[in-house]
């Protein structure tokens, strides 16, 4: 079983849609709960952290962790076309010297 | 942006050849990272470092080799170029309250 799964999508909405991403986890030890935004021929980008169980607002994205599922979720309201990028889920073990372990990235499409 | 900068941004060269890629930060950030991206794979981990000369193996290191002389420098090094080695590479580095890394614009290598 891998420690991270993450659909790959391609995920297409139309714009002003609700979209849902999601992760699972296996290990119960990471602590820190990351989703990163990329754009085409650009370098991740931090987008939101979470450090425990419940929901974190930033403007229109929420994030979401449930550690008893291990299942994270990313959700953006109103989604917008400047919106279509790669999401990519990652988490954090601490004492794994401060080594990240990634999702594979889901690809999302906002059509006008 | 953490003040990462890559070098170069595109290379293209040949099988057998020796390649050198550079990541260059600006902000004493002790930790730094540096990743291949490819299609199904996602980000991976080729080797990290933890501080002057302190360096350790990430899950693909087979095939390269880094060396960090100072805190702003970070070299990747392809000893003999293959072709499994075209890729996009990413540094990275740590920044913030928590663990979270900051990526640079990357390096588009074509191995030939």
């Known amino acids: 079983q891998k420690e991270v799964e993450q659909d790959p999508g391609p995920l297409s909405v139309p714009e002003g849609a609700i979209v849902s991403l999601n992760c699972t986890y296996s290990?119960?030890?990471?602590?820190?709960f990351m989703w990163y935004r990329q754009y085409s021929r650009k370098g991740p980008e931090l987008l939101m952290y979470?450090?425990s169980s419940g929901n974190k607002e930033d403007g229109r994205f929420t994030a979401q962790v449930d550690k008893s599922s291990k299942y994270i979720s990313l959700f953006i309201r109103d989604s917008q076309p400047s919106d279509s990028a790669t999401y990519l889920c990652a988490f954090e073990n601490a004492g794994n010297n401060r080594k990240l372990i990634w999702g594979l990235g889901t690809s999302l499409a906002v059509n006008p | 942006d953490a003040g990462i900068t890559q070098s170069p941004r595109h290379k293209v060269t040949e099988t057998g050849t020796p390649v050198t890629l550079r990541c260059h930060q600006t902000?004493?950030?002790?930790?730094m990272y540096w990743y291949r991206q490819d299609p199904g794979h996602g980000l991976r981990l080729i080797h990290y470092?933890?501080?002057?000369?302190?360096?350790d193996k990430g899950e693909v290191s087979d095939g390269y080799s880094v060396s960090r002389s100072k805190t702003e420098d970070f070299l990747l090094t392809l000893e003999s170029a293959t072709s499994s080695q075209t890729s996009v590479y990413f540094c990275?580095?740590?920044?913030?309250?928590?663990?979270?890394?900051?990526f640079g614009p990357g390096t588009r290598l074509t191995v030939l």
């Open positions: 990275a580095t740590i920044a913030g309250e928590v663990d979270t890394q900051y």
């Open positions: 979470t450090y």
């Open positions: 902000e004493n950030h002790r930790y």
């Open positions: 470092s933890y501080g002057v000369k302190d360096t």
């Open positions: 290990n119960s030890a990471f602590q820190y």
